[in-house]
Every structure is written in structure tokens, then in C-alpha cells.
């Protein structure tokens, strides 16, 4: 998506240890508009494949996961990063490592929101090394739901989680692609 990789060079921020800040649209404030055009882009992309539900994690993937779900017509469900006191017991879980706080968590969601007869749709704002994205395909396998893809707002390429997930066979659309963010210089695989 040309706009969002102009918007990154415009606005993007690159911190030590490879990580990219988008805080003027995506992660702290939010440009609505834009982040529409992004669902309405993730809605083209995976037209006519019938998923039932979007599948995110809290709390960065769920504007883009709202902004998809508003196209497609359907429900998000998000995954809670720690087991609170209104998730009940009954839930998938999985445990994730987070690439920019490096802690562990579990990953928790009521088993009523997701089941064997949706199409699903994995979400979320960034994707580096892949680890909550399979934290995600994790959940989505113990509910037996059918897993249709995972769209991705920012993908760091050069990081290898999107590409492991091809290799495996998923369906990874991101609408941006960073090949490298060297010497503060962003290029973009195309
Ligand atoms: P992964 O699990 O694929 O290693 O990292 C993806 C998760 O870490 C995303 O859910 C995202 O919240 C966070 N993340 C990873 N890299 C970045 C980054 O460069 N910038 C921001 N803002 N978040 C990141």
C-alpha cells in the first residue's frame, strides 16, 4: 500500500533495537481516516474468502482489526495478554513472547468467541519475528476454527517471521513490507 509507505517515511520514527514507532497514526494517537483506507485495502485483498471472524491482540491490533471488520461485516474478537478476572476460565491460551517488551505472557481468549465452524482472519498492527502471530494461529488451531490467512498492517522483513509463515503455507498479506531500516534509512521490499 504506496500511502502507508509514504506515511512511515513521513511520520515513522526507527528506535534502537529494530523497532519501528508509529505512534502519530497507528499506536498511540490514531489517524482514523487512515486506518480505514488500511481495513478497507485488507477487506480487498481477502474478498470473497467468507471469514466469519477477526482475530487480533490486544491493544495495537485492534484499530486496524476494527477498521477491516467495518468492510467485511464481521465480528473482532481479541485475545487478552493476561488472564484478567472477566475472561473466566474457560479459554484458548497460549503463551507469547513479546518482541518490544521482552516478557513472556499468556495469551488468553474465551473459548465461546471463537469455534470449529468460523473462517478466521489473524490481524495485527506489526509483524517481526511472528511470535504473536503464532500465538494467535495457536488459539485459532485448539478452537478448530478454519484459518484463512493474517493480514498485517507493517511487516519488518527483514526480521523473518512473515517469510517463515509463507514457507508454512499461510496466506501473509502485509500492506507494508520493510526489507531493511538501516542508518535510518527504510526500504521496502516490492
Ligand atoms: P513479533 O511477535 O512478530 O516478533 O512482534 C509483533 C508484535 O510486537 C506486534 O504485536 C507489535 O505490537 C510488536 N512490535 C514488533 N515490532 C514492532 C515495531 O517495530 N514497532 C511497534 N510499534 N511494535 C512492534
Redesign the pocket.
Known amino acids: 500500500m504506496k500511502a502507508l509507505e509514504e506515511k512511515i517515511l513521513k511520520e515513522g520514527k526507527i528506535l534502537g533495537g ?5 505512534g502519530s497514526f497507528l ?1 498511540q494517537r490514531i489517524d482514523v481516516a487512515f486506518v480505514m483506507q488500511m481495513g478497507e485495502e485488507i477487506a480487498r485483498l481477502f474478498e470473497g474468502e467468507k471469514i466469519t471472524k477477526i482475530f487480533t ?1 490486544e491493544s ?2 485492534i484499530a486496524i482489526a476494527f477498521a477491516a471488520a467495518t468492510k467485511m461485516n464481521v465480528p473482532v474478537v481479541f485475545a487478552k495478554k493476561n488472564k484478567s478476572a472477566n475472561v473466566g476460565d474457560d479459554v484458548y491460551t497460549s503463551r507469547v513472547h ?3 517488551h521482552g516478557n513472556t505472557y499468556d495469551a488468553v481468549v474465551s473459548k465461546e468467541f471463537l469455534s470449529a465452524d468460523d473462517k478466521v482472519l489473524i490481524v ?10 503464532h500465538g494467535l494461529i495457536d488459539m485459532v488451531g485448539q478452537s478448530g476454527a478454519e484459518l484463512i490467512g493474517a493480514a498485517i498492517a507493517i511487516e ?1 522483513g527483514f ?1 523473518g ?1 512473515g517469510d517463515e509463515l509463507r514457507e508454512k503455507g499461510l496466506r501473509v498479506e502485509s500492506l507494508a513490507l520493510i526489507d531493511s531500516m538501516e542508518e535510518g534509512k527504510i526500504t521496502f521490499r516490492n
Not at 18 to 22: A, E, M
Not at 124 to 133: C, E, P, S, W
Open positions: 529494530d523497532v519501528l514507532k508509529v499506536n491482540i495495537s491490533g513479546s518482541f518490544t495485527d498492527d506489526f509483524l517481526a519475528r511472528g511470535n504473536a502471530i519488518k526480521q517471521g
